[in-house]
Structures are given as C-alpha cells and as structure tokens.
C-alpha cells in the first residue's frame, strides 16, 4: 500500500495527492477526448449527456452532499439558465456571454430564494424547493416573451468564431464544448473545496452548532453555496437546451429534480466522484436495460414487450438495492474495491464499517 507523507497544510489540500494522482486524471481526460472518434454519433450523443447530467449533478452536489442541505426542486434552476439562455440569443447574443450570462442570473435567483429557504432544514427544505420546481412551470407559461410560453423555444445553432456547432449536424464539436464547461466547472469547484467558503460548507454539513461556534457566518455561506450551486445547475440547463432542441414548461418537471437526487445518491453522496458515477447511471442505465430487453425478445421465448414497464420497475429496483447495500453509492464501491486491492491479502471485511460518531450538539440542530 503507497503512503503519503504530508508535512504541511498545503501538502493536506493539494489538488492533487501527487505526480501519479495527476497522470491518472491526464488519461481519464485522454479517454474522454479521444473516444468520440471511436464510437459513432448515437454513443457520441449519449456521452454528450452524460456530460451535462454530471455539470447538472455538480450543482446539487454542492448544496445536498457538501453543504448538508436537501433540494428536490433543481430542475427549476435548469429551466432559468434554459430559458434565459435561450433567450439572450435569440436577442443576439454570442452564444459564450450568454451563457455566462444564464449562469450568473440563476445564481442570483438562487441567492434571492436561499434567504428564505436558509431557516429551514430537513423535511421542510425539501418541501420548500419542490413546490418551487411545481412553480417554475407555472411561470414558464406565463412568461411567455421569454419562455415561450406554451410552445416554448428552440435553440439556434452555436455560432463559435464563425464555425457553426449543432448537435445533431456537428455532434463531436458540441461534445467537446460541453465537456470543456465541464472540466473549468470541476476545476473551480475542487479550488472552492479549498477555499474557506468550502471548508466552512462542510462544516456546516457536519454541525451548524459546531460551525457557528467556530466563527462561520452560516446564513451567509448557505446564501453563497445555494448561489453556486443553482449557478452551476443553472449552466447544465443552458446546454441541455441544445441537447433537446427545443425546451418548454414540460422540459423541466419534478421529476428532473427527482433524477439529479436519485443521481447524487448512487454516485456518492459527498464526493465530487459521485456526481460522475451518477451521471453514467442516470443515462447509460435506461439504454443497457432496453439493450437487454431487447435481447432477451430476439434469443429467448420469453417476450418482456408483453410487460410494459419492466425496465422502469428494474431501474427503480437496482437503485433501491443500491441505497439499501451501499448507501455511500458508487464511489464508496470504488473506494472500497480499490483499498482490497492495495491491502490484498491483508483487507478485512469490517473495515468500512460506519465509525462516525455525532457530536452531541448534532443532536440540537
């Protein structure tokens, strides 16, 4: 097993452990440039999804897994960098400030909405932001000279420096635009994990008594972490817009919100990781088990067409066994596996064995 020696608080927060940690991301990078070209545009759509699901999935990941709080009303702030996406350039704007544009004011609707939000906690919270996800398209048909209305908006073509990118006509061009966002999105958010903003949402996670007597200002780091997060949720909306083509109010429904939960959740709640894993099970899941259907219909005398529903129900089952098994999602699996093999044969069955002790001011929350 390789031990790191860390000598100082700098060594404690590096971006990366070591050389070797840097080299492993380099090739994961590699891959994803290099595979468009290997698969065709189908898969390369896909992967295109993946990518949005996990910018989509940061967001959340930020307020559920390292600021403690509970949201199942983001797929509101996908639709507001959506729409307000959409609209800046349908007004003639450049696809890059609007795009900046869509995250900023989405992150200001999110900060306006944190402070009354930021009372509550638990059950409350989630109630609270679902009935903001059932409001949002209410509003998206009312607004309708920037939404749409009804009928909703469709999304130009990207115009980047004279070369036209569109994702059924250019899909490579629109994969590497998305996956760009993405790694400058995850490159700030392992810096802010860094900062003290970050560090102070994670000690909020962990005990508001604890953070408030440490000095942190918790209303004013849940306002900058529910900004943040609805900025970066708000983002992933601006591109699945021209993922889909076209978005109107049933673009965004609750169960959106439900899906980025669920994604969270699977990947690993409290990991940066997570919201990856998540991403490839939110997207890739569906079509392996329609893949399977499929095959099993051809090869087999049993026809699983005759039970609609099937794949929802084992979608549902496989994330309920997930939750129930390994409650730390897959990172934690990956974690797990990969501690096997670097303590192999001397790995013991109990080691990850839940050891957290709450402090009892957890108890007064």
């Not at 989509?56 to 009303?73: C, E, F, Y």
């Not at 604890?210 to 997060?229: E, H, P, Q, W």
């Not at 080691?351 to 957290?356: G, L, W």
Request: with cysteine; proline share 3%.
């Amino acid at each position: 097993m390789r031990v790191i020696f860390k000598s100082s608080y700098d060594d404690d927060i590096n971006l990366f452990e070591d050389r070797r940690h840097l080299i492993k991301y380099a090739i994961l990078l590699v891959i994803a440039l290099v595979i468009p070209w290997i698969v065709n545009s189908y898969y390369v759509g896909e992967l295109t999804s993946v990518v949005i699901w996990a910018l989509a999935g940061l967001g959340l990941m930020l307020i559920a897994g390292h600021t403690g709080q509970v949201s199942l009303g983001h797929a509101a702030f996908m639709a507001i960098g959506a729409f307000s996406h959409l609209a800046l350039m349908m007004r003639g704007w450049h696809f890059v400030p609007a795009l900046i544009a869509s995250g900023l004011l989405t992150g200001l609707a999110g900060a306006l909405i944190a402070r009354p939000l930021g009372r509550m906690s638990g059950i409350y919270l989630a109630i609270a932001t679902l009935a903001l996800s059932i409001i949002i398209e209410d509003i998206a048909i009312v607004a309708e000279p920037i939404t749409g209305g009804v009928a909703g908006l469709f999304a130009p073509a990207i115009d980047f420096f004279g070369y036209q990118i569109d994702r059924y006509g250019t899909p490579v061009a629109f994969y590497y635009l998305c996956l760009s966002v993405l790694v400058l999105v995850t490159l700030a958010y392992a810096n802010l994990l860094r900062s003290a903003t970050g560090r102070s949402f994670l000690a909020i996670r962990d005990s508001e008594v604890s953070a408030r007597a440490l000095g942190v200002n918790v209303a004013r780091a849940k306002t900058i972490a529910f900004a943040l997060s609805c900025a970066i949720t708000g983002l992933a909306g601006a591109l699945y817009a021209h993922l889909a083509q076209a978005v109107n109010y049933e673009s965004f429904l609750v169960l959106i919100s439900i899906t980025l939960l669920l994604q969270v959740v699977i990947g690993g709640l409290g990991s940066v990781h997570g919201a990856f894993f998540g991403a490839f099970v939110v997207v890739l899941l569906p079509q392996t088990i329609s893949i399977t259907r499929e095959f099993i219909n051809s090869s087999t005398p049993f026809s699983l067409a005759a039970y609609p529903g099937m794949d929802t129900a084992l979608f549902a089952l496989i994330i309920l066994l997930m939750i129930i098994y390994e409650p730390r999602g897959l990172y934690g699996l990956w974690i797990r596996l990969r501690t096997w093999l670097e303590l192999f044969p001397l790995y013991r069955k109990g080691m990850f064995r839940r050891t957290r002790t709450y402090l009892k001011t957890e108890r007064m929350r």
